[in-house]
T-cell receptor, first 112, second 114 residues
Framework: GENVEQHPSTLSVQEGDSAVIKCTYS??????FPWYKQELGKRPQLIID?????GEKKDQRIAVTLNKTAKHFSLHITETQPEDSAVYFC???????????FGAGTRLFVKA | EPEVTQTPSHQVTQMGQEVILRCVPI?????FYWYRQILGQKVEFLVS????????KSEIFDDQFSVERPDGSNFTLKIRSTKLEDSAMYFC????????????FGPGTRLTVL
């Protein structure tokens, strides 16, 4: 069945450093790739997304890259701040049926 | 800014009982979803709903589960006979037509089955 692998499961960085989280998807029909940030006890919040016709997208300190051939996509956070500490989930879906498969999550710790 | 809302925030039930979880999606959205998240684990897709019918469902969404949009605003998830393993946080989400796939999540309902 469809699967999304996400690495690493835990990531600890110093404030100001960059953080990179990587995901691989299996369903070649996937055409939309969102990233969510989830703080403890809260709802997932969409932070950035990318569609399959684009290779890279940036929004201030956050960027996402997509390699459709390799079925990889990555989240890059630059100049990390303590408030970036949270669990980050990648996801992949096909906007034909909208079945959304999430990765297992990455717990990011940003040390002040 | 409009948000997805869910009620109740916490539901406690006995095994074997039926529960209905309620969601009010953002008013002009056309696509609706239910997810569950067992404590400390990933978000798992249950079902997507569009044009008054199910678009996709996962293996988790068996015949114990059903969804309904009984009126123009509510979207409900029913679990007919709850099991201990149904204990989880259940999130509703909705998407607008013009940005399909971009999902806005509700705050969740924590379901505890005793």
């Amino acid at each position: 069945g469809e699967n999304v692998e996400q690495h690493p499961s835990t990531l600890s960085v110093q404030e100001g450093d960059s953080a990179v989280i990587k995901c691989t998807y299996s369903d070649s029909a996937s055409n939309y790739f969102p990233w969510y940030k989830q703080e403890l006890g809260k709802r997932p919040q969409l932070i950035i997304d990318i569609r399959s016709n684009v290779g890279e997208k940036k929004d201030q300190r956050i960027a996402v890259t997509l390699n459709k051939t390799a079925k990889h996509f990555s989240l890059h956070i630059t100049e990390t701040q303590p408030e970036d500490s949270a669990v980050y989930f990648c996801a992949a879906l096909n906007t034909g049926g909208f079945k959304t498969i999430f990765g297992a999550g990455t717990r990011l710790f940003v040390k002040a | 800014e409009p948000e997805v809302t869910q009620t109740p925030s916490h539901q406690v039930t006995q095994m074997g009982q039926e529960v209905i979880l309620r969601c009010v999606p953002i008013s002009n959205h056309l696509y609706f979803y239910w997810y569950r998240q067992i404590l400390g684990q990933k978000v798992e897709f249950l079902v997507s709903f569009y044009n008054n019918e199910i678009s996709e469902k996962s293996e988790i969404f068996d015949d114990q589960f059903s969804v309904e949009r009984p009126d123009g605003s509510n979207f409900t998830l029913k679990i007919r006979s709850t099991k201990l393993e149904d204990s989880a946080m259940y999130f509703c989400a909705s998407s607008p037509r013009e940005r399909s796939g971009e999902q806005f999540f509700g705050p969740g309902t924590r379901l505890t089955v005793l």
